[in-house]
T-cell receptor, first 111, second 112 residues
Framework: SQTIHQWPATLVQPVGSPLSLECTVE??????LYWYRQAAGRGLQLLFY??????ISSEVPQNLSASRPQDRQFILSSKKLLLSDSGFYLC??????????FGPGTRLTVL | AQKVTQAQTEISVVEKEDVTLDCVYE???????LFWYKQPPSGELVFLIR??????QNEISGRYSWNFQKSTSSFNFTITASQVVDSAVYFC?????????FGKGTRLHILP
């Protein structure tokens, strides 16, 4: 079965600083990969998804970007963080069995 | 357009009571999947169940049961004899092409 790793687990960054969150997947190949953000007490907002290496679909226009340099690696980045970027970031994997599995998440606080 | 509605934002019940979480969905696809996930305070989403649109059989897993009714586009989740450890946010979701569409979640409080 697949395992999803995310790091860092928690991050505190000043406004205007860059961001790089990493997600790696084990136990499956060629999965769809997803980045979600969850603001405090709110639902899941899909940010990006990828169906293959180098293929990124953006759901919400914002100052974030995503990249998929390898089959099982998905990176979320920003050049300059905003206060509104604070939240809980979840990486998810959709392998062939049509069930989406989630990583442990990264809690980002922008001050 | 595909949509998942969880009308119950927050529910509180006393331990050992039964509780049902409602989920109503919209889709034009004939083949789709429905899901329930649990998000405990730790934050990680835990997969609970997946249901194929062609399989309307209800499912029971321990204290958990799911009622899928295509006629009403509903996929409700019942916890029998609730326990404090069941306290969490529960999300219903629907597959849509390459994406999974989530409801806004229901926060469940089980009071001791």
């Amino acid at each position: 079965s697949q395992t999803i790793h995310q790091w860092p687990a928690t991050l505190v960054q000043p406004v205007g600083s860059p961001l790089s969150l990493e997600c790696t997947v084990e136990g499956t190949s060629n999965p769809n990969l997803y980045w979600y953000r969850q603001a405090a007490g709110r639902g899941l907002q899909l940010l990006f998804y990828s169906v293959g290496i180098g293929q990124i679909s953006s759901e919400v226009p914002q100052n974030l970007s995503a990249s998929r340099p390898q089959d099982r690696q998905f990176i979320l980045s920003s050049k300059k963080l905003l206060l509104s970027d604070s939240g809980f970031y979840l990486c998810a994997c959709l392998p062939q069995q049509y069930t989406q599995y989630f990583g442990p998440g990264t809690r980002l606080t922008v001050l | 357009a595909q949509k998942v509605t969880q009308a119950q934002t927050e529910i509180s019940v006393v331990e050992k009571e039964d509780v049902t979480l409602d989920c109503v969905y919209e889709t034009r696809d004939t083949t789709y999947y429905l899901f329930w996930y649990k998000q405990p305070p730790s934050g990680e989403l835990v997969f609970l169940i997946r249901r194929n649109s062609f399989d309307e059989q209800n499912e029971i897993s321990g204290r958990y049961s799911w009622n899928f009714q295509k006629s009403t586009s509903s996929f409700n989740f019942t916890i029998t004899a609730s326990q404090v450890v069941d306290s969490a946010v529960y999300f219903c979701a629907l597959s849509g092409g390459d994406k999974i569409i989530f409801g806004k979640g229901t926060r469940l409080h089980i009071l001791p």
